[in-house]
């Protein structure tokens, strides 16, 4: 297949090409500077602890944390699994109520799952309609013995941001960690650790044009997590394991870019991601859009198409790469957990596309879409 017959990738919040920056960077890491991070006695050594002190610097500028706060890992399912379990086992034997959210990635909910196994009690937020939860919903769930409360900064499937400033402060007041899957919103939303009063965030690099495997978190200075590798006793002991240097450097790299770009590509994002969403919603019936329409990532759009069955609709759109929230089981296709959570009945949640745009996304990919996504639509309803 050429690479003008590729279908157009409109499915950023899945995975995100690596940037040729980001490459380029990282080429010396995977060649000739080849040094492990942990070695003392001589230049390749020295070399690649220098080269991870800079992504550490540039990892740690853009959530305006210190260099210090940054645990590298192999991505955010391991950074959440490190907050959870890190924090349960250090302070659960006290505190075993943990506070987090129906609509969570599966890194957090499955994590948590786990820690039901071990005495944890969970109690599962429900957003509204729009996706939301709101700070009274966290306030309400608090009890005496709630160790942490993680709610993710933005959701992958449908885009929205929660109120994290306002959970983080009341977090504080309380005296309980807050943690958050921020995996969606480094780098397409500005975000302040000190501001937010955030404990502990996750992140990783291939949502953000940086390489698989490779993701860090953001542990607040004074906090005590229990480590899930054990080992060398590589970043200060929270997590083992000879660092991924050509990885780590790219997540610097891949950081710095973002943090540069994101004023213009969040303004540039959001105008096309509303042509394609105006365009759709206007021209077709019984569209809907799923999410708040304001509070919400400026490349992500999750649209249900009423009537139409979800997966002849994903296989009939062969010119786009997108997809949908749901997951095969043996059985059937069970509709997104997600979109369930908003209320929607499963029809219309097998029905519904996200769309998520991103760096290399340009006007002509949306112009095309929108006329494949029209014409398509129209068919099938046409029964043709
Ligand atoms: C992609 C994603 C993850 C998992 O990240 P990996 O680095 O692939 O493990 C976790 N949370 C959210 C919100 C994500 O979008």
Redesign the pocket.
Known sequence: MSASARPIYLDY???TPLDQRVLDSMMPWLTGNFGNAASRTHLYGWEAAEAVATARQQVARILGATEKEIVFT???????NLALKGAFEALGASRKHIITVAT?????LDTCQHLEAFGAEVTYLLPDSDGLICPEQVQDALRPDTLLVSV?????EIGVIQPIIEIGSLCRKAGVLFHT????AVGKVPIDVQHAAIDLL?L????LYGP????ALYVRKGISLTAQLDGGRHERGLRSGTLNVPGIVGLGVACALAQKELAKESTRLTELRNTLENNLINSLLNTQINGHRTQRLPQTTNISFGGLDGEELLMSLHRLAVSNGSACTSASVEPSFVLKALGLPDDLAHASIRFSLGRFTTSEDIDLAIGHILEVVSRIRNGA
């Open positions: 919040n899945a995975t192999s991505g955010a399912t391991e950074s959440n969570e990635h599966k890194a957090v993710m900064y933005a959701n992958n899957d921020a995996t969606q996750s990783s690099a291939h949502k698989k495997g490779v993701g």
